[in-house]
């Protein structure tokens, strides 16, 4: 992948104005074809399968008088005066008659019909009329809310006497989530950190300007997703809020790794193909786990949160590719005015790459002359010290510390938003509270009970029998509301509970309900079932709260895997899991602390405590995961890399935290700012989402990868760094930190320029799965049309030294290039162009060399050759080595591996052989 990186940034460098003007069409046609396309939101929560989504979906067929969404307009007079007299019960029957005759009005309830139950209050201040539409919420009109709210100011000025009329219910809520100007503040902090990070405009705007550019693409993209599915409102804020914060921070990551490397004499184009290569990595793997974990939102099985977390993730892969393509193009058009300030004034280094031969890249193969001293940061070496001194007691205290923030998560309550959590002031949230102050909050919530009356001889009794047993239950408030179609197959009783939508109490109303249903079943023959939007929130919160387990278990799974992979350890990957875990904990918990329990909820805006959103945690669960596996990969690996080249654990924590905690930092600040950013004025929705991921960022950066990791780092010493060979072997590579790249630049030119060596191999080693020599400093060089001979008695690694000729085994350690290919790097390039025969095996090795020499395969490779014994075979095989020449006359290789040399004479030409002894200690081999 680093190669192909490394490839990518050269040529976006080359032609950077083609790269630019591509993302500006992109982003013109994407957000004209949304404006023109889209269809809107859609902010219908269904959970398909469930009890509560069933009913429903039966009514909107039997009884499509209540399917629609519904809306009140609520009549409240002053103290000392009374709702029920004579004229104000005229002013209503009038206002109820033109309500009728509203479009997508359904039916209106008269408060003061006799046959509507529980509409006044029994306070005598307020009544209700309520409004049955004939669409759902997200297909009401405009005009339909304008003519209602007209209706309701003639009413009460025709009621006159200080009266008012209230506008809510479902069809008023407004759940649409919009950018505000305090969204604003977060690009300015961001802005803020990189100009203090790199103390120059053109750098600090860079990264701004490219994530703007992706967000602009995504959430075009998630509108014009409209026209195919349901897309709630919440799921274009989330891909700008999410996509803004990776956006800049992967742009941050190359961009510091170019000005680091300008600072050490590479030239422009050079840098920037390594800077893609290095950083770009990071960058592929960070955005692969965001990835993973935002599409594994889908175990939920519940369609909007799949979509939502569909479009986030599409957000982030927008801002994955604007990292490696547009970045690096504005960084080729910004030249050497990315050069630190300090190396501004000396000669530019690549002024003698500007002679090289067009096709041999500056740099490969170079080291700089003189690396200069950068200014490092002054609190990173005192922290680092001081948090690795004692490190148990570092550990213990943020277990401790961020396990006790953890413990209000536990009574931490999901549910979906209603009108009481509308911002204050607002038409939906004034009628919330009304109703709920002279109704009773259940008012605002309503259950409804379907039963399946078609084996009733008398529908209508059978329901009324039904609704009186309801009232006997515990928590019932009321049941305003009990009456089958007019087919007579389906009745419907309104239940409403004592407490409010979002109380846990009205769970426990719904639970009751359905315990009843086996037994209306056995002595009503009635099917029932527990439906209506309350209801449908409730199963869609159990259904996420069921689903956290399983997904935990996948994104912690996830990440002992995944880093497993970067690091090559074991340890590490834990460490890693269990401070993920650690800031999860502690973001839930100060969730749970501000919109549960309500402290510092005035500070905040927060317009209703007592629950958060059901999706919050899963979301917040995915985002977070990938944001720590990007702060850990780029912290871990530069320890990792100052250990590999010097050995010192302890040195290794205290350099390459230096080295990396100013990008981390910027990075985490950055991360902070933009998502806090959206808490003053955030929907209800989105407000507790931000406030968590912008505490979850913040823990997890300064908290847990600043002072936890180092010191977990430096209790295990050199045991962090080590993984069990078995495993090794079996986990892909993942080169994060494009250490491979930097291997095969180093080895361009080697062993020289334009060199017939088919095989170039030193320092080469390999240790088997208990870590005992397989095969110790091979150093072999060997022409085109030559043949090796490959010897020693015993088990002593000869036939996996060939295979580690031919990319067949990439454990090894030490410089092997085959056919100009660096190895493990290329292995994939290299194997189409090998042929290895088993002498022992194959029933015709001969056979297979000559169909080898058809293919005009280049390198040919005989295990156990002296092992071929009959007389016929050896011929073939002895001419085939007496000629190594393809059907196409380029002179191909042999590589012979044998226990005993004597036995292999007769098959030897008498010039071009070499003869190399495997003459180490005997082990276990491949």
């Known amino acids: 992948m680093s190669s192909f990186l490394y490839r990518l940034g050269r040529m976006v460098a080359r032609h950077r104005g083609l790269v630019v003007l591509g993302w500006v069409l992109v982003l013109v046609v994407c957000g004209a074809a949304s404006a023109l396309l889209n269809k809107g939101t859609d902010d219908t929560f269904t959970i398909p399968g469930s009890e509560s989504q069933d009913a429903m979906d039966h009514l909107d067929h039997v009884f499509p008088q209540v399917s629609g969404t519904s809306a009140q307009l609520v009549l409240l007079v002053p103290e000392g005066q009374q709702v029920d007299t004579a004229a104000t019960r005229q002013a209503v029957s009038d206002a109820v008659d033109r309500?009728?005759?509203?479009?997508?009005?359904?039916?209106?309830?008269?408060?003061?019909?006799?046959?509507?139950?529980?509409?006044?209050?029994?306070?005598g201040l307020a009544a209700n009329i309520g409004v049955q539409l004939k669409v759902d919420s997200t297909q009401v009109s405009d005009a339909t809310l304008t003519d209602l709210s007209g209706i309701a100011d003639d009413l009460a000025g025709e009621v006159g006497d200080g009266a008012k009329v209230y506008t809510g219910g479902d069809a008023f809520a407004d759940r649409i989530p919009g950018l505000s100007s305090t969204e604003a503040v977060g690009l300015l902090i961001a802005l803020v950190v990189l100009l203090l990070m790199f103390?120059?405009?053109?750098?600090?705007?860079?990264?701004?300007?490219?994530?703007?550019?992706?967000?602009?693409?995504?959430?075009?993209?998630?509108?014009?997703?409209?026209?195919?599915?349901?897309?709630?409102?919440?799921?274009?804020?989330?891909?700008?809020?999410?996509?803004?914060?990776?956006?800049i921070d992967y742009a941050l990551f190359l961009l510091s790794r170019h000005r680091d490397q300008l600072a050490e004499g590479l030239s422009v184009e050079e840098s920037i193909a390594r800077a893609t290569a290095t950083a770009g990595s990071a960058v592929l793997f960070a955005g692969l786990t965001v990835l993973i974990a935002l599409l594994g939102l889908s175990v939920a099985r519940i369609p909007?949160?799949?979509?939502?977390?569909?479009?986030?993730?599409?957000?982030?892969?927008?801002?994955?590719?604007?990292?490696?393509t547009l970045v690096p193009a504005l960084l080729a058009f910004a030249g050497r005015r990315m050069v630190p300030r300090s190396r501004r004034g000396g000669a530019a280094p690549n002024q003698e790459a500007e002679g090289r031969p067009e096709g041999r890249p500056e740099g490969q193969g170079e080291r700089p002359r003189r690396r200069p001293r950068l200014r490092k940061p002054r609190v990173a070496r005192p922290w680092v010290r001081f948090v690795t001194r004692r490190p148990l007691v570092t550990i213990a205290i943020v277990v401790v510390g961020l396990g006790a923030l953890?413990?209000?998560?536990?009574?931490?309550?999901?549910?979906?938003?209603?009108?009481?959590?509308?911002?204050?002031?607002?038409?939906?949230?004034?009628?919330?509270?009304?109703v709920a102050e002279h109704f009773g909050p259940g008012f605002n919530g309503p259950l409804l009970v379907?039963?399946?009356?078609?084996?009733?001889?008398?529908?209508?009794?059978?329901?009324?029998?039904?609704?009186?047993?309801?009232?006997?239950?515990?928590?019932?408030?009321?049941?305003?509301?009990?009456?089958?179609?007019?087919?007579?197959?389906?009745?419907?009783?309104?239940?409403?509970?004592?407490?409010?939508?979002?109380?846990?109490?009205?769970?426990?109303?719904?639970?009751?309900?359905?315990?009843?249903?086996?037994?209306?079943?056995?002595?009503?023959?009635?099917?029932?079932?527990?439906?209506?939007?309350?209801a449908v929130g409730i199963d869609v919160s159990d259904r996420l709260g069921a689903a956290l387990v399983p997904f935990g278990l996948l994104v912690a799974g996830l990440s002992l895997v995944l880093l497993a992979m970067v690091f090559r350890s074991v340890w590490v990957p834990v460490k890693a899991t269990v401070g993920y875990l650690l800031s999860i904990g502690a973001a839930f918990g100060l969730t749970s602390l501000v919109f549960q329990e309500g402290h510092g909820a005035a500070l905040l805006d927060v317009a209703h405590v007592g629950s958060v959103v059901s999706f919050l945690p899963i979301i917040l669960m995915g985002v977070l995961f990938g944001?720590?596996?990007?702060?850990?990969?780029?912290?871990?690996?530069?320890?990792?890399?100052?250990?590999?080249?010097?050995?010192?654990?302890?040195?290794?924590?205290?350099?390459?935290?230096?080295?990396?905690?100013?990008?981390?930092?910027?990075?985490?600040?950055?991360?902070?700012?933009?998502?806090?950013?959206?808490?003053?004025?955030?929907?209800?929705?989105?407000?507790?989402?931000?406030?968590?991921?912008?505490?979850?960022?913040?823990?997890?950066?300064?908290?847990?990868?600043?002072?936890?990791?180092p010191a977990v780092l430096a209790l295990l010493g050199d045991r962090a760094w080590g993984l069990p060979p078995a495993l090794d072997r079996r986990l892909p590579v993942f080169d994060a930190e494009g250490d491979g790249l930097l291997h095969e630049l180093r080895l361009a030119d080697w062993p020289a320029p334009h060199s017939d060596e088919v095989i170039s191999a030193q320092a080469l080693s390999l240790d088997d799965d208990r870590g005992r020599p397989v095969y110790r400093d091979v150093e072999l060089h060997v022409p085109r049309g030559e043949v090796l001979v490959l010897h020693g008695s015993g088990a002593v690694g000869k036939s996996a030294l060939l295979l580690s000729l031919a990319g067949r085994v990439t454990r090894h350690r030490g410089d092997l290039k085959v056919l100009g290919q660096v190895l493990p790097q290329h292995v994939h390039a290299l194997r189409p162009h090998v042929a290895?025969?088993?002498?022992?095996?194959?029933?015709?090795?001969?056979?297979?060399?000559?169909?080898?020499?058809?293919?005009?395969?280049?390198?040919?490779?005989?295990?156990?050759?002296?092992?071929?014994?009959?007389?016929?075979?050896?011929?073939?095989?002895?001419?085939?080595?007496?000629?190594?020449?393809?059907?196409?006359?380029?002179?191909?290789?042999?590589?012979?591996?044998?226990?005993?040399?004597?036995?292999?004479?007769?098959?030897?030409?008498?010039?071009?052989?070499?003869?190399?002894?495997?003459?180490?200690?005997?082990a276990e081999v491949l």
């Not at 909007?304 to 490696?324: C, H, I, K």
Request: proline letters at 6%; charged letters at 20%; one cysteine or more.
């Open 99 to 123: 309500i009728g005759d509203v479009a997508q009005v359904e039916v209106a309830s008269d408060p003061f019909d006799p046959d509507v139950n529980d509409a006044v209050s029994d306070d």
């Open 304 to 324: 909007f949160l799949t979509t939502m977390g569909v479009s986030a993730a599409l957000g982030v892969a927008v801002a994955v590719s604007v990292a490696v």
């Open 627 to 709: 944001l720590a596996m990007d702060y850990e990969v780029f912290l871990v690996s530069r320890i990792r890399e100052h250990y590999a080249h010097h050995g010192d654990a302890h040195e290794a924590i205290e350099e390459g935290f230096v080295s990396a905690s100013r990008v981390v930092v910027a990075a985490a600040l950055i991360m902070f700012g933009v998502f806090a950013a959206f808490v003053p004025d955030g929907s209800a929705t989105l407000k507790p989402i931000a406030f968590a991921l912008a505490v979850g960022v913040f823990i997890d950066a300064f908290v847990v990868r600043m002072t936890f990791v």
């Open 406 to 434: 953890a413990v209000p998560a536990a009574n931490l309550r999901l549910a979906l938003p209603d009108n009481g959590s509308q911002e204050a002031g607002s038409p939906a949230r004034e009628t919330y509270d009304v």
């Open 836 to 922: 290895v025969v088993d002498g022992r095996g194959d029933l015709d090795p001969a056979g297979r060399v000559t169909e080898a020499l058809a293919r005009d395969v280049e390198l040919i490779l005989v295990d156990d050759a002296d092992l071929v014994l009959r007389s016929e075979a050896r011929a073939r095989l002895r001419d085939q080595l007496a000629f190594r020449v393809t059907s196409g006359g380029l002179p191909a290789t042999f590589v012979l591996a044998c226990q005993d040399p004597d036995r292999v004479v007769d098959l030897l030409p008498l010039e071009a052989t070499q003869l190399y002894a495997m003459t180490h200690r005997p």
């Open 450 to 534: 379907t039963a399946d009356v078609i084996q009733s001889t008398d529908p209508s009794k059978l329901v009324d029998d039904l609704a009186d047993e309801i009232r006997d239950l515990p928590g019932v408030a009321a049941v305003p509301l009990a009456t089958p179609n007019e087919k007579g197959d389906t009745g419907i009783i309104s239940v409403v509970p004592t407490t409010a939508p979002d109380d846990a109490r009205t769970d426990e109303l719904v639970e009751r309900l359905r315990d009843q249903e086996p037994h209306w079943l056995a002595e009503h023959d009635a099917q029932t079932a527990v439906t209506g939007l309350t």
């Open 199 to 247: 103390r120059t405009i053109i750098a600090a705007v860079m990264p701004l300007v490219t994530a703007v550019v992706g967000v602009g693409v995504s959430v075009s993209l998630v509108y014009l997703g409209t026209l195919f599915v349901p897309v709630s409102s919440t799921a274009p804020m989330l891909a700008v809020m999410i996509g803004l914060a990776v956006g």
